[in-house]
């Protein structure tokens, strides 16, 4: 009896987690460097660091993903052997990943059991399971339909139905990877909220992410890690944003933007009417008009899927509409043969788009070869007509990358091969290196580091003061205000007003994006 009651006191006061001398490679890359960490129970622990700096791949580990070259694991004071997600759940550890792991044609019910069936008949297990979301929903906040399918959620149900199914599978430790980066600002307070109901309910929670003021905000203890190394772990009340930028990084990173005042030029875009109506009869863009002038950055606030992405696609050219949009005064083709992305670039449009990996890049290519995606019918790229000079592009991929520190500088490296910072860097330097009058950037910053966030934010304020227009859309209000000379308010496809960015706060515009006025339009 003694010695059982001892066990329980050491599985009691002992670290909910605990990495001894933790040590992964990769060919010749080593990912994680004898790396340990201490992890109170009961406690929001978060791991900050670059991309690349071996967050991921240490949780990866962890939740059996991958296998430690060497090191040790132990879950409540005892050893373990976590060989894959299975051992990992069965000692107590859930995880929610950046990018959603659901059966989108599946309900909320099916998606939560998928695994842990009772047995061939659905039917038990899906009881069992309705019962035990709607306890789980009164004591975590998680309230969603069990019904619901998938597809129709929003990424913040989706997001919810994760944690439901981590707590489903009885975890005790939540490990959450980069989870407000899909989040708006509102979906983000309410996962946060979520989290301190669990750590009050005694869960363990580690916290991955790369925004400080989450970090300042949400956790307990913060670890900071770089170049697969672990370089300092603190009390989250004993530190601050400046210097855990700078642990990260490795040097002092200016927090805030720092930018001269506009001089704006002649009206670069001019848009009037602009309508779109969806394959559904829905309609995401009701007569909108803007402009933006040379030498300005007009930001566009508002939750995600307001419109932003839609007039986004339209000045892109990727997206039909009607009404109308000129360039220095020359209208552009909506829904004709000209209303693609080659006419849009020779109008001297250029575009970031918001989601880098699906619109930005085609992965499997080499980084040279994404370098002049879209641009390769310029002559100066061809060695004949028709034919692409492939030394040429390389070598111009070589200095793009010097000039936009993108790492490794290796032009042979597919783009799937870079992490998402530097997959962010080189759609950036191919397209404000074409000189456009117009640059379009969706989501600047989304899932990149604060070294990357910082380069990118003083590249896109150099073309501005260039001389070049920039339509800016972000869900980041910081981002927002930072950046933005003027700011417009979407909110149901609508422009809810504009501001001075001198002359409004976040809790104005916080009004207008949920479809009120704020101060006086």
């Given at each position: 009896?003694?010695?059982?009651?001892?066990?329980?006191?050491?599985?009691?006061?002992?670290?909910?987690?605990?990495?001894?001398?933790?040590?992964?490679?990769?060919?010749?890359?080593?990912?994680?460097?004898?790396?340990?960490?201490?992890?109170?129970?009961?406690?929001?622990?978060?791991?900050?660091?670059?991309?690349?700096?071996?967050?991921?791949?240490?949780?990866?580990?962890?939740?059996?993903?991958?296998?430690?070259?060497?090191?040790?694991?132990?879950?409540?004071?005892?050893?373990?052997?976590?060989?894959?997600?299975?051992?990992?759940?069965?000692?107590?550890?859930?995880?929610?990943?950046?990018?959603?792991?659901?059966?989108?044609?599946?309900?909320?019910?099916?998606?939560?059991?998928?695994?842990?069936?009772?047995?061939?008949?659905?039917?038990?297990?899906?009881?069992?399971?309705?019962?035990?979301?709607?306890?789980?929903?009164?004591?975590?906040?998680?309230?969603?339909?069990?019904?619901?399918?998938?597809?129709?959620?929003?990424?913040?149900?989706?997001?919810?139905?994760?944690?439901?199914?981590?707590?489903?599978?009885?975890?005790?430790?939540?490990?959450?990877?980069?989870?407000?980066?899909?989040l708006t600002p509102a979906e983000a307070d309410h996962l946060f909220r979520i989290l301190e109901n669990l750590k009050s309910q005694g869960k363990t929670i580690i916290l991955i992410t790369h925004k400080l003021r989450e970090i300042m905000a949400a956790t307990d203890t913060v670890s900071v890690m770089r170049r697969g190394e672990m370089t300092a772990t603190l009390r989250t009340a004993d530190t601050s944003p400046a210097e855990l930028a700078e642990l990260m990084v490795g040097r002092k990173v200016l927090l805030r933007i720092d930018k001269s005042p506009a001089r704006?030029?002649?009206?670069?875009?001019?848009?009037?009417?602009?309508?779109?109506?969806?394959?559904?009869?829905?309609?995401?863009?009701?007569?909108?008009?803007?402009?933006?002038?040379?030498?300005?950055?007009?930001?566009?606030?508002?939750?995600?899927?307001?419109?932003?992405?839609?007039?986004?696609?339209?000045?892109?050219?990727m997206r039909p509409a009607t009404g109308h949009v000129r360039i220095d005064g020359k209208e552009l083709d909506l829904s004709g043969p000209g209303c693609d992305g080659r006419s849009r670039r020779a109008a001297g449009i250029a575009h970031v788009p918001e989601d880098r990996q699906r619109e930005g890049l085609i992965m499997p290519f080499h980084a040279w070869e994404d370098s002049v995606f879209g641009y390769h019918t310029d002559p100066a790229l061809q060695s004949a007509p028709g034919l692409m000079d492939n030394a040429r592009i390389r070598s111009h991929a070589e200095d793009q990358m010097a000039r936009f520190d993108v790492r490794p500088p290796n032009p042979d490296l597919a783009a799937q091969s870079f992490s998402g910072g530097n997959q962010q860097k080189l759609v950036l330097a191919r397209e404000i290196e074409r000189n456009p009058d117009l640059l379009l950037v969706g989501q600047p910053t989304r899932g990149v580091d604060i070294g990357a966030i910082e380069f990118i934010h003083r590249r896109i304020l150099e073309l501005r003061d260039a001389g070049k227009a920039v339509l800016l859309v972000s869900v980041e209000l910081d981002e927002i205000l930072g950046l933005s000379d003027r700011i417009a308010v979407m909110c149901g496809g609508r422009i809810m007003g504009e501001r001075l960015t001198s002359e409004t706060d976040e809790t104005e515009l916080g009004l207008m994006m949920a479809g009120m006025k704020g101060k006086a339009a």
């Open positions: 009896m003694a010695g059982a009651a001892d066990a329980g006191a050491v599985a009691t006061s002992a670290p909910a987690i605990e990495l001894r001398s933790i040590s992964k490679a990769f060919g010749p890359v080593r990912a994680n460097r004898d790396i340990s960490l201490v992890v109170r129970r009961g406690t929001i622990h978060g791991i900050v660091g670059e991309n690349g700096a071996g967050k991921s791949t240490l949780m990866s580990i962890l939740y059996g993903f991958y296998k430690a070259d060497a090191g040790e694991i132990l879950i409540g004071g005892r050893p373990v052997q976590i060989g894959d997600s299975h051992d990992a759940i069965r000692a107590g550890i859930g995880m929610v990943f950046q990018h959603f792991k659901l059966v989108e044609p599946f309900t909320v019910l099916e998606n939560v059991i998928l695994g842990t069936e009772d047995g061939a008949l659905l039917k038990p297990s899906l009881a069992k399971a309705r019962g035990t979301l709607r306890q789980l929903a009164a004591d975590y906040e998680l309230e969603v339909d069990p019904d619901a399918r998938i597809e129709d959620l929003g990424v913040g149900m989706r997001q919810r139905v994760e944690i439901l199914k981590a707590l489903y599978r009885q975890a005790d430790i939540l490990i959450l990877d980069e989870p407000t980066g899909v704006p030029g002649r009206t670069v875009l001019e848009i009037e009417k602009l309508c779109v109506t969806d394959a559904q009869g829905i309609a995401r863009l009701s007569d909108v008009s803007l402009s933006v002038r040379a030498g300005e950055i007009l930001g566009l606030a508002g939750v995600a899927g307001n419109g932003q992405s839609h007039l986004l696609e339209v000045l892109g050219g």
